[in-house]
C-alpha cells in the first residue's frame, strides 16, 4: 500500500500543474492631459494622433493678439526710456563743459556755477530715472519673452499621441483639452477576475505575461488588486507590472496573464 502512494504521489509530480488564463489589455500608467494655459487661436499643429514625440518637442504653438500688443508696448517703452537717457546724458555733458569753461573764465561768478550745479544735479537726477525706466522696460520684455514660450505647447515626455481634439485656427481656452499623450515605457496590463479565483492573486503574485498580436512572452508581478465598481458582477481588477524589454508594445494590445494554480 505504501509502494502504491508513492508511486502515485510520483506520477502526480510528473503532470504539469493546471493554469489559470485570464484575458486582459495593456494600458499606460501615464497618461498626459496637453492643453494651454493662455487663451488664442491655435496657429500651428505639428502632430497627428498616432504620431510619436519626444521630450519636449513642441506639439501645437498659440497665436495671441493680446500678447503681441502688450510686447508691442513694452518695446516702444524701452526705445522712448533709451532716447531719454541719452538725451540727459547729453544735456549733462554739455553742463559739465560749461561749468569747465566758465571756471577758466576771470569772469565767472559764484550764482553762474552754482547755477550750473544745479542745472547739473537735476540731470544727473533725470538720467539716473530715465535709466530705472530702461531697466524696467528691459525686465519687462525678457518677462513676455519667457511668456511666449507657453505659446508653444511642448510635450512633457516621450509618448504617443491618441487624441487631438484641436484644429488650426480653433480658439483654445485656458485649461481646455487639445491632446492626450501616452507614455509607451509605463505600460500595465489591466485585467478582470473572477471573485471565486482571487485565492490563486495576491498583491505581489508572479505570473506569466503573453501578448498573442506580436508573440510577446515575459514575466509581471500583481501591482494592485482594485474592487470592482459594479458590485453586480463579482469580478476584481487587477493591474500588472511587466518587463516590456525594447519590444514596441502599444496600449489597447490584447494580452494574456497566465497564474498556477
Avoid at 509530480?13 to 486582459?24: C, M, R, V, Y
Avoid at 485656427?169 to 485649461?175: A, E, K, L, S
Avoid at 490563486?200 to 488588486?225: C, H, M, W
Amino acid at each position: 500500500m505504501y509502494k502504491l502512494l508513492t508511486i502515485l504521489l510520483f506520477v502526480a509530480s510528473l503532470l504539469p500543474a493546471s493554469t489559470l488564463t485570464i484575458p486582459g489589455t495593456v494600458v499606460s500608467d501615464s497618461q498626459r492631459m496637453i492643453g494651454s494655459r493662455y487663451m488664442g487661436y491655435v496657429k500651428e499643429i505639428n502632430f497627428n494622433i498616432g504620431d510619436k514625440v519626444k521630450q519636449d518637442d513642441i506639439l501645437f504653438e498659440i497665436q495671441s493678439g493680446e500678447f503681441d500688443l502688450m510686447k508691442s508696448q513694452a518695446e516702444l517703452g524701452l526705445e522712448q526710456a533709451q532716447i531719454f537717457v541719452e538725451m540727459y546724458q547729453t544735456h549733462l555733458a554739455n553742463v559739465q563743459r560749461e561749468k569747465r569753461s566758465l571756471k577758466r573764465t576771470k569772469k565767472a561768478s559764484m550764482i553762474d556755477v552754482e547755477t550750473l550745479d544745479i542745472a547739473a544735479e537735476n540731470t544727473k537726477a533725470m538720467l539716473k530715472a530715465a535709466q530705472q525706466v530702461v531697466k524696467q522696460a528691459t525686465i519687462k520684455i525678457k518677462q513676455f519673452t519667457g511668456l511666449y514660450n507657453y505659446l508653444e505647447v511642448k510635450a512633457p515626455n516621450d509618448g504617443v499621441i491618441v487624441q487631438k481634439r484641436i484644429k488650426v485656427g480653433d480658439m483654445i481656452m485656458p485649461g481646455m483639452l487639445a491632446m492626450i499623450l501616452v507614455d509607451l515605457n509605463d505600460l500595465r496590463i489591466e485585467a478582470n477576475i473572477a471573485e471565486s479565483n482571487l485565492k490563486y492573486i495576491r498583491k505581489n503574485t508572479q505570473l506569466k505575461v503573453t501578448i498573442p498580436s506580436i508573440d510577446f512572452k515575459t514575466t509581471g508581478v500583481v501591482e494592485a488588486i482594485v474592487p470592482s465598481a459594479n458590485p453586480m458582477t463579482h469580478t476584481m481588477t487587477i493591474r500588472v507590472k511587466f518587463n516590456k524589454r525594447d519590444i514596441e508594445i502599444f496600449p489597447g494590445m490584447y494580452a494574456k496573464l497566465h497564474v498556477e494554480m
